[in-house]
């Protein structure tokens, strides 16, 4: 998704804006862009690829000024090309912006008002910058309202004008930014990251607000031309948090960082054998109240979504049901009152998920919502909130979030079952203390030893086209997610299916050309999965099982065995999926992907 970033202050614009575009890399790019005023001349450059490609062509034109705006750009109207890079001026050159999100009226704008102008690229940021300079009259500010009243769509707009180059002014309906309040300058990005190494106060801005940045300081208002007194967070994480740590891909360092992170999840959160989470309670009369639960997500959420719908169903009795996000409100979901809708995102920022909690709050349903990201849209607009304490996730494939995700949803599970009285304190010891030994267990699974096991396997993978993944149960749950995070960054075709289902037709397809990756992690299903793994052995696939620790039987009918700790089996997704993330990330490394931006995705999806 495009990454924005802004700086008006005393120092070298380029150099922040080059090094905020760096730190928004992970949200996916396709070509970049700076504009920069300096004596009141507005200079634009932009480069289609990497951001190196943008550096290797500014360092020679000397490139200078105190005010700028820089863009990375993940396509949506108009191939990548340099032409549709951002940032976009209208036709005079006296006006540049930057946006992420889409216009949807753009073409309605264009043809209202900007009959016979000249267009140079193909996207509908550029008729933003036409209509501004169309209907500039000398006040940058009552210009840039204008233009507002006329768009339609979910945006994040930064605007600069060569003519009033001590401002830059910046709106947001939908797509996010941030504000970064310095001393004598001032900053805007889309995320945190970019402001890091500068400020760490913040400020989070909300639709509608328009923001005007100066050297002094920045002024809020909101659409009646108010201004607001904002609240200013500070950013405890730090800047190295955000980099990659010594590591060669963010991946892997996230990875590794699980252990710590479900630390951190847990911290404060297990008080006296029961759960509690800061920002909210839930009575037994509010939990009775439920109907039904929805849990609903995109990608690696949706799939985190599905194993918590088993712990929900298992620990207090109310029926889940788990939807798509970009589904969910266009199928008439049953909502109400008497319906809680829990959301849950990384980033806190994906549209659909966004849009299907709005659906949610316009039907009367309660939104709980769980996010990585404090300040995020849905953080901020749902009832309540619970925060996966992760740490900042960069790499485009989402691994400590979906098992921080989990453990979320076990901590709520058990919360939801104590104030419902329906888990005994035995059972609620034995899940506390289980779940408190993730961590230790999960570093035995990272070790160099482990890691080598599984990079000889993922050489099995290098040159294949097709995977499958089967489970049953929770097992299943956990093989989706695993052959999504296989296909999103090894570019190899992978499916997972209920083991059961295989016979259904697909194992039409299985071959000795495609191997299988079993889950036999859960002991209910263990005889059934076994069965399933059998059927595909006498098609000759190669076959990896993931198992429990002591599991000796299933080595003698398949190929490779990878275990994983033992522990409540109730609790294993959280470890099972620790192997196939790492079968993932070295079977890319072997085929040479770019692992942490694969190609054609973004960190943050924030179009529907
Ligand atoms: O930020 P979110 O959790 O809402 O993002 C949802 C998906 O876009 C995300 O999980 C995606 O599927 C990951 N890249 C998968 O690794």
């Known amino acids: 998704m495009c990454g924005i970033v802004g700086y008006i202050g005393k120092q070298d614009a380029v150099n922040i804006l080059i090094d905020g575009l760096r730190k928004l890399e992970y949200r996916g790019y396709d070509s970049s862009g700076i504009a920069v005023i300096h004596d009141k001349h507005l200079t634009v450059e932009k480069a289609v690829g990497k951001l190196t490609n943008l550096e290797e062509k500014i360092a020679p034109l000397a490139v200078k000024g105190n005010i700028g705006i820089g863009h990375t750009r993940w396509a949506t109207h108009g191939k990548p090309s340099d032409a549709n890079a951002h940032p976009h001026t209208g036709e005079k050159g006296q006006m540049a912006v930057v946006h992420n999100g889409i216009i949807e009226n753009y073409l309605y704008l264009k043809e209202t008002y900007l009959a016979g102008e000249h267009f140079t690229s193909e996207t509908d ?15 940058f500010e009552q210009t840039v309202i204008k233009v507002l009243d006329l768009i339609e769509g979910a945006y ?60 002094e300081g920045i002024e809020i208002k909101n659409h009646q031309g108010e201004v607001l007194a904002k609240e200013i967070h500070t950013i405890d994480w730090s800047a190295e948090a955000a980099e990659k740590g010594g590591y060669e891909h963010f991946m892997l360092k996230e990875i590794e960082e699980q252990p710590a992170a479900f630390q951190r999840a847990m911290a ?87 849009a299907a909690l709005q659906e949610a709050h ?117 093989a989706l997610e695993g052959s999504l995070k296989l296909k999103e960054i090894s570019y190899i075709h992978a499916e997972a299916y209920a083991a059961g289902e295989l ?14 990756i079993a889950l036999c992690v859960q002991e209910a299903t263990y005889d059934k999965t076994a069965s399933n793994i059998k059927e595909v052995k006498a098609r000759d696939a190669r076959v990896l099982a993931i198992i429990n620790e002591g599991d ?27 192997p196939l993330q790492l079968i993932s990330y070295y079977t890319a490394k072997i085929r040479g ?15 529907e």
Request: aromatic share 8%; glycine share 6%.
């Open 125 to 139: 940021t550029e008729i933003v910058a036409h209509l501004l300079e169309k209907f500039y009259d000398g006040d």
């Open 156 to 215: 994040a707009l930064v605007m600069v004008c060569a003519d009033e180059p001590d401002k830059i002014i910046a709106c947001r309906k939908g797509s996010p930014m941030v504000l970064g309040v310095g001393e004598g300058e001032s900053f805007i990005a889309s995320d945190v990251p970019a402001l890091l190494a500068y400020t760490r106060k913040c400020i989070y801005i909300e639709p509608g607000e328009l923001c005007i940045l100066t050297q």
């Open 268 to 354: 404060g959160r297990i008080k006296n054998g029961r759960v509690k989470f800061d920002d909210f309670t839930l009575t037994k009369e509010d939990i009775a109240k439920w109907r039904k639960i929805y849990i609903v997500a995109c990608g690696t959420a949706y799939h985190a979504g599905l194993v918590g719908k088993t712990i929900i169903e298992k620990m207090v009795r109310i029926p889940v049901e788990v939807e798509i996000a970009s589904e969910f409100r266009y199928r008439n979901p049953m909502l109400d009152e008497e319906t809680l809708v829990i959301v849950i995102s990384q980033s806190g920022e994906t549209a659909d998920t966004v």
């Open 362 to 478: 316009d039907n009367g349903s309660k939104v709980l919502a769980i996010t990585n990201v404090v300040g995020s849209a849905i953080a901020r607009a749902a009832d309540y909130v619970v925060y996966l304490w992760a740490g900042p996730e960069i790499s485009v494939a989402s691994t400590k979030a979906y098992t921080t995700m989990l453990l979320a949803q076990y901590l709520f599970g058990i919360y939801l079952a104590q104030q419902m009285e329906m888990i005994t304190a035995e059972a609620e010891n034995d899940l506390l203390a289980q779940l408190q030994q993730l961590p230790v267990e999960t570093e035995k699974m990272l070790t160099a030893a482990y890691q080598s096991q599984i990079q000889q396997i993922a050489a099995n993978y290098e040159k294949v086209n097709d995977v499958f993944f089967i489970g049953r149960g929770l097992d299943w749950a956990i």
């Open 503 to 516: 016979k259904h037709g697909t194992l039409a397809l299985v071959t000795t050309e495609t191997p299988v």
């Open 552 to 578: 000796t039987e299933t080595a003698k009918f398949v190929d490779d065995v990878l275990a994983i700790p033992r522990i409540n089996n109730f609790l294993s997704p959280i470890l099972a999926v620790v």
């Open 593 to 607: 992907c770019d692992i942490d931006q694969p190609r054609n995705l973004a960190k943050s999806v924030t179009v």
